[in-house]
């Protein structure tokens, strides 16, 4: 038996050294959680999008088939030429195309959330209303980047590690003090009257037993040259790690500030958005009224009628893009709970 019963710290390094790595495989499996939650988002909020879009490119069709009809009508009586029916056809059959795009879109939008997720159905229907309806973020509620944030975590796990390699390195150069001890034990099968047994179990008979114990001390002095290198060398790896932390941090710091301003600013677009496409919408009931009382032509309605779709992607891409900055936000802060709740 070789017990080592003093070691100048080198076995309480060790143990701190495992414990860092143990702490840094922990904070980068919450890393992973963090991004596969990012993730997610993006897909969750893209399936959004393009159900949204489809939604109301459905609207669309349903306009451009009014129109067609309309068209027809006052073709065939001889108040609008040929032409325009046409026209509104090509309007029309325009639309219906856009919306097998629009269909295939979602559908594939929807498989990737099932696949990242591992559910088969999702119920999303007052999510479509919040999308692009939003709740307004507040700004205050996270203002700066949590020290627990596993990527720093993680960042000042692996210090700990480098540090407590090093000391390890230092504490080799110090001899380590043993308690030594060993147990014999004999036997033989020759009895006390001096016969001699063949049988196996007498083997056993007539035991004898002994035993040593001390106290031994080991130094091994061949690598104290290469021990003080290599312990600061982990010196150096820890402080470029640190260094890394701190660049970290601050780029962190940044993104978070920024992002916030920018979701404050989306935020206005998506309002200034909401009011341009209710507008739009009110313009093009007036003008589709005019068109059938034969004030205006064709080509001025089909104008207005794209005037109202850009209107409506305007508010979509600025609805996308907030939610995006809302878990790219989440993702700095190491905090869902906002995304989760309102969408």
Same mark, same amino acid.
Do not use: C
């Given at each position: 038996? %070789?017990?080592?019963?003093?070691?100048?710290?080198?076995?309480?390094?060790?143990?701190? &050294?495992?414990?860092?790595?143990?702490?840094?495989?922990?904070?980068?499996?919450?890393?992973?959680?963090?991004?596969?939650? !990012?993730?997610? $988002?993006?897909?969750?909020?893209?399936?959004?999008?393009? !159900?949204?879009?489809?939604?109301?490119?459905? !609207?669309?069709?349903?306009?451009?088939?009014? @129109?067609?009809?309309?068209?027809?009508?006052?073709?065939?009586?001889?108040?609008?030429?040929?032409?325009?029916?046409?026209?509104?056809?090509? &309007?029309?059959?325009?639309?219906?195309? @856009?919306?097998?795009?629009?269909?295939?879109?979602?559908?594939?939008?929807?498989?990737?959330? /099932?696949?990242?997720?591992?559910?088969? &159905?999702?119920?999303?229907?007052?999510?479509?209303?919040?999308?692009?309806?939003?709740?307004? #973020?507040?700004?205050?509620?996270?203002?700066?980047?949590?020290? $627990? =944030?596993?990527?720093?975590?993680?960042?000042? =796990?692996?210090?700990?590690?480098?540090?407590?390699?090093?000391?390890?390195?230092?504490?080799?150069?110090?001899?380590?003090?043993?308690?030594?001890?060993?147990? $014999?034990?004999?036997?033989?099968?020759?009895?006390?009257?001096?016969?001699?047994?063949?049988?196996?179990? *007498?083997? #056993?008979?007539?035991?004898?037993?002994?035993?040593?114990?001390?106290?031994?001390?080991?130094?091994?002095?061949?690598?104290?040259? +290469?021990?003080?290198?290599?312990?600061?060398? #982990?010196?150096?790896?820890?402080?470029?790690?640190?260094?890394?932390?701190?660049?970290?941090?601050?780029?962190?710091?940044?993104?978070?500030?920024?992002?916030?301003?920018?979701?404050?600013?989306?935020?206005?677009? @998506?309002? !200034?958005? +909401?009011?341009?496409?209710?507008?739009? %919408? %009110?313009?093009?009931?007036?003008?589709?009224?005019?068109?059938?009382?034969?004030?205006?032509?064709?080509?001025?309605?089909?104008?207005? /009628?794209?005037?109202?779709?850009?209107?409506?992607? /305007?508010?979509?891409?600025?609805?996308? *893009?907030?939610?995006?900055?809302?878990?790219?936000?989440?993702?700095?802060?190491? %905090?869902?709970?906002?995304?989760?709740?309102?969408?």
């Amino acid at each position: 038996m %070789d017990w080592e019963v003093f070691s100048f710290g080198k076995l309480r390094k060790e143990n701190e &050294a495992a414990r860092a790595v143990t702490n840094r495989k922990d904070s980068e499996k919450e890393a992973y959680v963090l991004q596969l939650k !990012k993730l997610l $988002s993006e897909r969750y909020i893209n399936l959004l999008y393009n !159900k949204t879009k489809l939604y109301w490119n459905e !609207k669309t069709v349903e306009r451009l088939h009014e @129109i067609r009809i309309i068209t027809s009508g006052l073709s065939k009586a001889g108040l609008k030429p040929a032409a325009d029916s046409l026209l509104a056809s090509s &309007a029309f059959i325009q639309a219906l195309a @856009i919306n097998d795009k629009l269909e295939g879109n979602s559908s594939a939008a929807l498989i990737k959330l /099932q696949e990242l997720s591992g559910a088969s &159905a999702f119920n999303f229907k007052s999510a479509l209303a919040h999308f692009v309806k939003p709740v307004v #973020f507040i700004v205050e509620k996270k203002a700066l980047i949590s020290n $627990s =944030h596993p990527i720093l975590t993680s960042l000042k =796990h692996q210090v700990d590690f480098y540090t407590a390699k090093s000391a390890i390195e230092n504490s080799a150069l110090l001899p380590s003090v043993h308690f030594l001890g060993g147990v $014999s034990y004999r036997g033989t099968s020759i009895n006390k009257n001096g016969y001699v047994s063949g049988k196996w179990k *007498d083997g #056993f008979a007539n035991n004898a037993n002994n035993f040593i114990a001390g106290v031994g001390i080991t130094w091994n002095i061949t690598n104290v040259l +290469t021990n003080s290198i290599k312990s600061k060398g #982990f010196l150096k790896e820890a402080e470029s790690v640190e260094n890394l932390h701190t660049q970290y941090e601050q780029s962190m710091q940044a993104d978070l500030a920024a992002a916030q301003v920018r979701i404050s600013q989306q935020f206005k677009q @998506i309002e !200034k958005a +909401t009011t341009a496409l209710k507008q739009s %919408d %009110d313009g093009y009931k007036m003008y589709l009224s005019r068109y059938k009382s034969g004030l205006i032509g064709l080509n001025e309605l089909l104008q207005i /009628q794209q005037l109202f779709e850009v209107a409506e992607n /305007q508010l979509l891409e600025a609805s996308q *893009d907030y939610w995006m900055l809302i878990a790219y936000e989440a993702e700095l802060t190491s %905090d869902f709970n906002f995304l989760f709740t309102n969408l």
